[in-house]
C-alpha cells in the first residue's frame, strides 16, 4: 500500500482543525473539557508513519525522521497560537532536542506540564511507543486553542527526544531549569504508550497504594491519579496502579521533587488472567510489537487511544482550572457486591419473569451480534446481574416473562447532601421494545419513587458499563430501600442487565 503523503503542518491545521494563526484567543475558559475526536488524534499518528516511512523506518535520536516529528508538532502549535521553544542537547554525539509549548496566560508560577517522548527506537516507526501519547497531547493542547481555553494555572507542553536512550532529553531539559523554574511546576503529566493493542488501563501510583515498592511520587501526585481515577470511574472504566519505576520521563520530573503521574496502556509485560477478567484481551504482551519494527500505524487499540485522549484532556482542564472534583465525603453505604449483603430477589412477591431473575453472581459473557452480557465486572467477580450464566444460547438466561427485581437490606441515611452512585448497563436486541426496561427505585415507607430509568427500543444495544449519580438528599435522615428492576415485556426480546458498585455518600 502506498505511504500515505506527508502534510504540511500548516496545511493540515487549516484543513482538519480551522485553527487561525494569531495570537492566543481571549475567549472566557470552557466549562468542560471537550470530546477530542480520536480521528484527530491518529491523523496525526499517520502523519508520523509517514515521517518514520519515508526516514528509515523509524523516528530515532539523531536521526533526520525525529528531527521531521518535531517540525510537523511545532509548526500545528505554532499556528495555533502557543509560544514554542525547540531545545537542543547533544547524546552520543548526535543533536537531540526537546520542544517545549506554553500556552499564554495563567500563574506560570503555579505551571501544569504535559509530556511525552517523541523519539522511536531505531528498529521501528514507534507509533505506540510513543507516537500514542505524542499525539493525544498533540490533540488536546490543539483542543485548548481550539476552545480558547484561559485556566488559573499556567499551561505547558513538552515533547521529549531521546527518551528511549535513558529520558535523555527530559533530563536535560530539567537540568536547564532554576531552582524557581522547579518550583513552579506544580504537576507534570506523562503518557507514555496510551494505545497498547492488548491494552491495560494502568495509572502512575502517586499515593503508593497499588504499587509493588518503587515509592510513592512527590506530595500531589496522588491529586493528580486521583483525577485521572475519577475520569476513568465517570466512563465505567476500572484502573489499577502502576510503580513510579524509572521508565519513562517523568523520571527526573518526581527526581527533582515535582508531583507527576500519568497513564500507561502497558509494554512487553503480558496480561494476567486477572486483569483480562478485568479489561478484556489476552494473556499475551500488552504490546507484542514493543520496540520493534512491527509498532506501526496497526499497532493501536483505537477503544484505548480514544478513552485514554479524553482523559488526558480532562485532567488537564480539572487541574489546570482549579475544578478538580472535591473528594467524595463520607461513604454512607457500599456494596460490590463481592459477598451476600442481604439483597433480595423479588422481595415484594411482585416479579413475574420466569428466567433471567437478578442474581448475585460471577457473570458469563455472552454475545449475540453484540455483547449482551458482560463477563467483567467493574471491580472483583460478582455483580448484580440477570441471569449470570451463560447457558448453551445468548438468549438462555436473559429476562424473560416480565419483570424481575432486586431490593436492598434497610439503609439509614444520614442528614445532609447525599449522592447514589452505581454503575449499570442494559443490553439489547432489536427486538425489545419501549415497553422493556431498567430502572433504580428508591422505597421509603410505603412510596417507592422511580429515581432512574432506562427504556428498551427496537435497536441493539450493547452492554457496556455506565455511571449513574442521583441526588437522595430528599431522603436524608429517612431509612430507605433501594430496588433495582429490569423487565422483558414483550414474548421474544432478548433483554439483560447489571448493576455494580453502589455507593450512597454524603458531602
Known amino acids: 500500500m502506498r505511504a500515505v503523503p506527508f502534510i504540511g503542518a500548516t496545511a493540515l491545521v487549516g484543513a482538519l482543525f480551522a485553527i487561525?494563526?494569531?495570537?492566543?484567543?481571549?475567549?472566557?475558559?470552557?466549562?468542560?473539557?471537550?470530546?477530542?475526536?480520536?480521528a484527530n488524534v491518529k491523523a496525526h499518528l499517520n502523519q508520523l508513519q509517514s515521517i518514520a516511512t519515508a526516514n528509515g523506518g523509524n523516528r530515532a535520536h539523531g536521526r533526520p525522521g525525529y528531527l521531521a516529528s518535531v517540525t510537523y508538532v511545532k509548526g500545528l502549535l505554532d499556528a495555533a497560537g502557543f509560544t514554542t521553544q525547540q531545545q537542543s542537547f547533544t547524546y552520543n554525539g548526535a543533536t537531540g532536542y526537546n520542544l517545549i509549548a506554553d500556552w499564554p496566560g495563567g500563574d506560570t508560577s503555579d505551571?501544569?506540564?504535559?509530556?511525552?517522548h517523541l523519539d522511536s527506537v531505531t528498529a521501528g516507526p514507534g507509533i505506540n511507543d510513543n507516537g500514542s501519547g505524542s499525539a493525544a497531547n498533540l490533540e488536546v493542547a490543539l483542543a485548548v486553542a481550539r476552545t480558547g481555553f484561559q485556566p488559573t494555572r499556567h499551561l505547558r507542553f513538552g515533547w521529549w527526544g531521546a527518551e528511549e536512550l535513558g529520558l535523555r532529553g527530559s533530563t536535560a531539559y530539567v537540568n536547564s531549569l532554576s531552582s524557581a523554574q522547579k518550583a513552579a511546576i506544580g504537576a507534570y503529566l506523562n503518557f507514555d504508550m496510551v494505545a497498547s493493542p492488548n491494552p491495560g488501563y494502568f495509572l502512575y501510583d502517586g499515593d503508593n497504594s497499588d504499587g509493588t515498592g518503587a515509592g510513592p511520587g512527590p506530595a500531589g501526585s496522588a491529586e493528580i491519579e486521583d483525577t485521572l481515577e475519577a475520569y476513568f470511574a465517570s466512563i465505567g472504566v476500572p484502573t489499577r496502579g502502576t510503580d513510579f519505576d524509572g521508565r519513562s520521563d517523568y523520571g527526573p520530573f518526581i527526581s527533582a521533587g515535582i508531583p507527576a503521574g500519568g497513564i500507561f496502556t502497558g509494554a512487553e509485560g503480558r496480561k494476567t488472567s486477572a486483569q483480562v477478567s478485568l479489561w478484556g484481551g489476552t494473556t499475551g504482551a500488552f504490546d507484542p510489537c514493543y520496540h520493534a519494527a512491527c509498532d506501526?500505524?496497526?499497532n493501536l487499540n483505537d477503544t484505548a487511544l480514544d478513552r485514554n485522549s479524553d482523559a488526558i484532556a480532562s485532567a488537564v482542564w480539572s487541574l489546570s482550572s482549579g475544578t478538580v472534583p472535591p473528594p467524595t465525603g463520607e461513604t454512607v453505604y457500599s456494596d460490590t457486591f463481592e459477598t451476600a449483603t442481604g439483597w433480595t430477589t423479588n422481595a415484594g412477591g411482585t416479579?413475574?419473569?420466569t428466567l433471567g431473575q437478578f442474581e448475585?453472581?460471577?457473570p458469563a459473557a455472552t454475545t449475540s451480534g453484540v455483547a449482551t452480557q458482560l463477563g467483567t465486572t467493574v471491580s472483583?467477580?460478582?455483580?448484580?446481574?440477570?441471569g449470570a450464566a451463560a447457558g448453551a444460547s445468548a438468549g438462555a438466561n436473559d429476562v424473560d416473562g416480565g419483570a424481575t427485581t432486586v431490593r436492598s437490606p434497610a439503609i439509614t441515611l444520614p442528614t445532609g447532601t447525599l449522592s447514589?452512585?452505581?454503575?449499570?448497563?442494559?443490553a439489547h436486541l432489536n427486538n425489545a421494545t419501549s415497553g422493556d426496561y431498567f430502572r433504580v427505585r428508591v422505597i421509603s415507607g410505603t412510596t417507592t419513587t422511580t429515581v432512574f430509568t432506562q427504556a428498551g427500543a427496537?435497536?441493539?444495544?450493547?452492554?457496556?458499563?455506565?455511571?449513574?449519580?442521583?441526588?437522595?438528599?430528599?431522603?436524608?435522615?429517612?431509612?430507605?430501600?433501594?430496588?433495582?428492576?429490569?423487565?422483558d415485556t414483550g414474548t421474544a426480546s432478548l433483554v439483560e442487565a447489571a448493576v455494580d458498585n453502589v455507593t450512597i455518600t454524603r458531602a
Open 351 to 353: 416479579d413475574t419473569a
Open 20 to 38: 487561525p494563526a494569531q495570537a492566543a484567543p481571549v475567549l472566557a475558559a470552557a466549562a468542560a473539557p471537550p470530546d477530542i475526536a480520536v
Open 458 to 487: 427496537a435497536s441493539n444495544r450493547a452492554a457496556a458499563w455506565q455511571t449513574a449519580t442521583v441526588n437522595l438528599s430528599a431522603y436524608a435522615g429517612q431509612s430507605i430501600r433501594l430496588q433495582v428492576e429490569a423487565a
Open 360 to 362: 448475585r453472581g460471577d
Open 420 to 426: 447514589l452512585s452505581f454503575s449499570w448497563y442494559l
Open 296 to 298: 506501526t500505524i496497526a
Open 111 to 116: 505551571t501544569v506540564m504535559i509530556g511525552a
Open 380 to 386: 472483583g467477580s460478582n455483580d448484580l446481574v440477570t
